[in-house]
């Protein structure tokens, strides 16, 4: 019993760090009008925030708002099936570019467009702005800047598909927490970003990947083992897990409020490399330390006894106790090193969102769950691959389908793949049926 | 069932094949014939029956070690299982790639090694789900009671003789779960003969039961046979093979390598050296040395 | 602290229309993963497309508004066909994970903004069950669901139970729909058919074995389900406007929640789960706020109302360890326990 309430009591100090975080503000939208004009500033795709936008209508009314930081704005309006004027001050756009024409809709000049409201009562627009002439962008250019992009998000996945692999593996366990434990490296990070100060980055990074492996050796030594003493069928640990993501998603509601915050950082500059493909510096040193994790992740796996054990453990538990291996002391440490490939994984996905926000897991989850079965449920090497397709397949598809569609790609592949092929790329063919 | 009572003995069939005996030698009256069924697991070949025949309203046992494919060939005949090759027919009618659940609608029935009676399902309603002849279990005629309150009647009572003659009808509306392993073996055969089956295929009927039961379960498979079934039966029991069955097939490593009379093909070399061992009627004490017992007749 | 104001909004909970629309789509459940066996965590998928295809049955269309809910509801058959013929066979993990999948695939084809026109896509759409728009924005379609309301106008009742007429005839329509689908709950599970289902849950080879066709009954299963989740959704779309953003896998698990509180293999149970369940969260939902605001805890009420969504996931897990029975069911008949 002790040893679940030192559990409980880490998984306070875990969860109480998030009281260091100050929520973010609430999108307000004037609550007397019923209908609504809203809409999307981009610059080559990338949201413009700060820019005042106007809209005016019949009978004096007039509101202005600014957009927020995922560029987008909302004006609450009295009357349907009306049009309204909208316009974006020029102004107040950063330096050096301006609104470019967009041949969808009409417009009088390029920062005033004219909205229709009608029986739906909410109508949505969009402006464009760039370098004042438009360009098109070599499709070699864009192939390359999805695939680059695909692959650094591809990699982000990984860290958080072997964990999760490796759970699968040793547990039988579908764990659905494991969206919140990506989300706990973030939102750790900006907590503590938030007491240390900026400049603390690093600091606080590197504590959060500290309380995140905590974390896991929390949930195994008060939860799951618990549990597993208890021969909890497998069926009931699944839902266990959901119960968990629940609890814990709200959890971070709460600290953090329903909006989006940003870590220091996050507006950092593209470098160009070759002719339209950039990446940021952030971009970069993410790939970067990706790489090293998945390495050092690899070499543990392959040659430590634990990392051994493990394999031995997820290809077949009987065996692997019958030979003597601390089957508790492995999965505690999966847990562990699972929970903390999460957190650093949540920390990449704030930079690569950007933005942290409650769900910001749960975004991902499915994700995850497409890439390890893909790879092959259960090994950590296939959950590696099948991240790196996922990644690339997300970014890929926004080439030839509309962006806000480009994970229904991954999930059609992860049905797709169940269906013909469900023990995965490099899983066993056991019965799955 | 009294141990005082003297176990009846069985009639054998005799008589069964056409022509000189060799595995796959032809039958006279047979209900299921198979051709080349080969079912292979990446490389390893589980099954590979080249012919075989199984003689109607006779009790054949298939024997053989571990691994011979036994309870693959069950699998593959009753439509659990897809071979790579083969074709097999019952009274005649092709069964190749028909799905297991038509299977057991045309009269083949088998039970399973580990017994599945449905723990979390009253005795009652175990044995209801035998019958193939209640409409009710149709969605749309489940929705009025009317159509199908009759049939139930019907088939309860049914069912009920059947837990009488298994002596299981005082458990008819407990739990299955709360049966011994023995008395759930019962109810998978009960069950099994809701549908009055034309072939019985039994997977290990013996496995994990106590001696006392062994008896009741010996006779119950007897009764089959007294009337009008088939029964086709895997088995490791020696004792019980030469006591009820007709006619024996030997499987190993997929293949048939013998057929016959039970008292011919365990006095063939190549059986009793792959599977039988040269001592097994002997009391496994004496080969190990461990007793010493007086010079036995030799039992039949 | 206004006791009697918390006391009778929670009251009001009992017969609200998304009480009902939760307790429908809990049957649903119930039939999928109490009594079939199948971990369907995609119900919100089912809802949204009985709501969505209601919705735009009357605003694209221009069906009446009786024929626009057959949409939804043949909407829903349609996804649990698409659904259930290559899935069906898989393990129950995989099941759950593929459902999740196939849900959120239809809330982001729902959200998305290349179907705008006809989805509304973040906004959602509304204005469909009229009349009760301007002259100058007439519905299409003859009158709208409100506009078939026999009541006259007015306020009826007794607090906490005053409402309008529209509210009434919501309540009243809701009723006979949740009436009608518990018999029809109760007989199908309560028959040979039922049974056989039960049998499937424990063990599909031996219900095989019997001559039973187990792939068609999982179908039946899985389309009778998500016929009661589209109704669920219907109940919904009929109460308000309809938006995506509603039918999120929260949705799924907090329904996941009442069913398994109420008792997941049971007639009852799901009826009771909810309305144990929406009245508990509403509770909540004004009681903490209002003890915050007195300064008795420690966040502000912001907060406050958050809490209660931290307790539904331990509920949850405390449920499922402990009692997984709920509240109604027999231990004996579970399967998905040890």
Known sequence: MGRVFAAVGAAVLAFGVLGLATPALADVVNPEMPYKVSGNVQNKGEPVAGVTITVTGSGGFTATVPTGDDGKFVVGVPERNTDYTVTLDESTLPEGIAVVDNPETEFVEGNVQIASVGPGGRVAMNFFIGQGERKTVAWVDQVVQRLISGINFGLMLALASVGLSLIYGTTGISNFAHAEMVTFGAVATFALVGFFGDAGLPLAIGLAIILSAGLGWALDAGLWRPLRKRNTGLVQLMIVSIGLSLAIRYLYQFFIGGGTEQLPGADSPKIPLFGEVSLSVVGMVSMGLSVVLIVIFAAWLTYTKVGKATRAISDNPSLAAASGIDVDGVIRTVWIIGSLLAGFSGILWAYFRPGIRWDMGGQILLLIFAATTLGGLGTAYGALIGSLIVGILVEGSSLFIPSDLKYVGALVVLIGILLFRPQGILGRKERVG | MSSNDKPATPVKSTGLHVGAIKPGVAKKDPILIADSVRRQFGGLTAVDVEHVEIPRNAITALIGPNGAGKTTFFNLLTGFDNPNTGTWSFNGKSLAGVAAFKVARMGLIRTFQLTKALSLLTVMDNMKLGSTQQRGEKLWASMFHFLWKKKDVEIEAQALDLLKRFNLDAKKDDYAASLSGGQRKLLEMARALMTKPELVMLDEPMAGVNPALTQSLLEHILNLKKEGMTVLFVEHDMHMVRHIADWVIVMAEGKVVAEGDPHEVMRNPAVIDAYLGSHQDDDLGTITGRITLPKPGKEK | ?338
Do not use: C
């Not at chain 3, 918390?6 to 039939?31: K, Q, V």
């Open chain 3, 1 to 338: 602290m206004d006791v009697l104001g918390i006391l009778s909004s929670t009251a009001s909970f009992i017969l609200d229309p998304t009480t009902m629309a939760y307790a429908l789509a809990g049957l649903g459940l119930a039939i999928h993963f109490g009594f079939a066996g199948l971990l369907n965590m995609g119900m919100a998928g089912f809802m949204a497309l009985g709501a969505y295809g209601y919705a735009i049955g009357v605003l694209t269309l221009g069906l009446p508004w009786y024929l626009a809910a057959f949409v939804g509801i043949g909407a829903s058959i349609i996804f649990a066909l698409i659904l259930g013929i290559p899935t069906l066979r898989l393990r129950g993990d995989y099941l759950a994970i593929v459902t999740i999948a196939a849900a959120e695939i239809i809330r982001l084809l729902l959200l998305t903004s290349a179907f705008i026109d006809v989805t509304g896509s973040a906004d959602g759409l509304s204005g469909f069950n009229g009349p009760g728009g301007t002259i100058t924005n007439p519905i299409a379609g003859a009158g709208g669901f409100n506009g078939s309301n026999p009541i006259p106008d007015g306020e009826f009742g007794f607090e906490p139970f005053l409402d309008d007429e529209r509210t009434w005839y919501l309540r009243i329509v809701g009723a006979i729909i949740l009436a009608v689908s518990v018999f029809v709950v109760w007989r199908l599970v309560n028959s040979p058919w039922g049974r056989v289902i039960k049998g499937i849950r424990e063990d599909e080879e031996a219900v095989r074995s019997l001559g039973k066709n187990v792939f068609a009954y999982k179908m039946q299963a899985l389309i009778i389900g998500g016929v009661f989740g589209a109704l669920g959704g219907l109940m919904l779309a009929f109460s308000t406007n309809v938006n995506s953003g509603v039918y999120v896998t929260s949705l799924t698990f907090f329904l996941w929640t009442a069913l398994l509180l109420g008792g997941a293999a049971t007639v009852f149970g799901p009826l009771v789960g909810s309305v144990i369940f929406w009245v508990l969260q509403a509770f909540l939902g004004l009681l903490f706020p209002a003890l915050a605001k007195l300064g008795l805890l420690p966040f502000d009420s912001i907060q406050a109302a958050q809490v209660r969504f931290i307790l539904i996931g331990v509920a949850l897990v405390l449920l499922v360890v402990f009692r997984p029975q709920g509240i109604f069911g027999n231990k004996k008949e579970l399967t998905f326990v040890k």
